[in-house]
C-alpha cells in the first residue's frame, strides 16, 4: 500500500508469567492485532513490513516496534510500556509464520492471520529468549 505510517496501534497481549512456564520468565506475546480505520470493518489479517527494533534492544512505552500492512492501510505497533524486543516471531516483509503448518493457526495463505503471535517483550533478561519458541511453535 502507498498510504503513510500515521496509524497507531496498541495490541491486545498475551502475557506469560514464571507459573506458566519454568523455563523463561515474565514475557508478553504480542499477537497480530486487529485493525481498522472505521469501527464497521476490521482486518483479518495483515503482514509486518518492518521492525524497528532489533532482537535485545530497548524500547519505550510509545515508540513504534514496527508497522503492519493490512486491506486497511499502514499502521504502527505501538509499545505500552518500556521494554525489550525478545524475540520477532515472525521475518519483516515474510507474510507466513515461520515453521508453518496447523500449528501457527494461518492457513497458509499470504498473509498472518489475525491472533498469531508475531513478538515477544520483556522487562528484562532478553538472553533467556534466544530459543524461545511460540505457542504455536514458530521462531525466527
Partial sequence: MSSSTDNKTSTTTTSTSDD??????????????????????FTESGIVTRWNFDEGEPFVAGDALGEIETDQG????????????????????????????????????DQIKVGVPILVTV??????????????????
Fill in 20 to 41: 506458566d512456564d519454568d523455563e523463561f520468565p515474565y514475557h508478553i506475546i504480542h499477537p497480530m492485532p486487529s485493525l481498522s480505520r472505521s469501527y464497521n470493518s
Fill in 123 to 140: 522487562a528484562e533478561d532478553v538472553e533467556t529468549f534466544r530459543n524461545f519458541v511460540s505457542p504455536t511453535g514458530s521462531s525466527t
Fill in 74 to 109: 499502514m499502521f504502527e505497533l505501538e509499545a505500552m510500556e518500556d521494554g525489550f524486543v525478545a524475540r520477532h516471531l515472525v521475518k519483516a516483509d515474510e507474510a507466513l509464520v515461520e515453521g508453518g503448518g496447523e500449528g501457527n493457526n494461518n492457513d497458509g495463505g
